[in-house]
């Protein structure tokens, strides 16, 4: 039985709060690549970061999927994500090179990417679209400011394509790239 879009998004804020996070270096274990399917690059760019599968990519700037979670979670269950079970919190070191902040010396002690991932598909976003988190700040439900795709080219295409026809709104996309 489908559970309903409440159920889903309480069965997922306990998931994110129960999970350990993935990264690299003391603070964080590497993520396995037979469990989580990603591999993460110790460059401390938001690029680090890729399917272990991946033969398409897509980068999406700023998607509004809806007025509140609900259209994510349509989303995720049309790409064959489930909103619990695939989901794991990426930490990513931006302090060193500053590259996610411009240039500027913004001190950043911690970043999270919101990733969810099975052996054919990756989706990941700086804003968790569900709870509306984007390192511990609270922002709307259903929407995701730098997000992208990643994994097995057929299912990439359609979750692609899924999304250009859900998002109420996005304002840009570009292939080759996880992040835009």
Partial sequence: ???????????????????????YGDKYPLPTEETHHITIKNNN???GLSH???????GYDNIK???????????LDAINL???????????????NNSYSSGTNEKRDFFYLHCW?????????TTNPITGVQNGNYYTTGEAEYSGLSGVAKPVEKA?????????WMKDFRQSRILF
Avoid: C, W
């Fill in 45 to 47: 760019d938001l690029s």
């Fill in 52 to 58: 272990i599968n991946e033969e398409r990519t897509y």
């Fill in 1 to 23: 039985m489908q559970q309903s879009p409440q159920d889903q998004a309480t069965a997922h804020r306990a998931a994110a709060e129960t999970k350990d996070t993935v990264g």
């Fill in 117 to 125: 991932v099975n052996s054919e598909i990756m989706y990941v976003s």
């Fill in 82 to 96: 489930d909103p619990a079970e695939d989901y794991i919190r990426i930490f990513r070191d931006l302090n060193r």
């Fill in 65 to 75: 999927f809806g007025h509140n979670r609900v259209p994510f979670l349509r989303f």
């Fill in 160 to 168: 692609h394509n899924t999304l250009l026809e859900t998002a109420e």
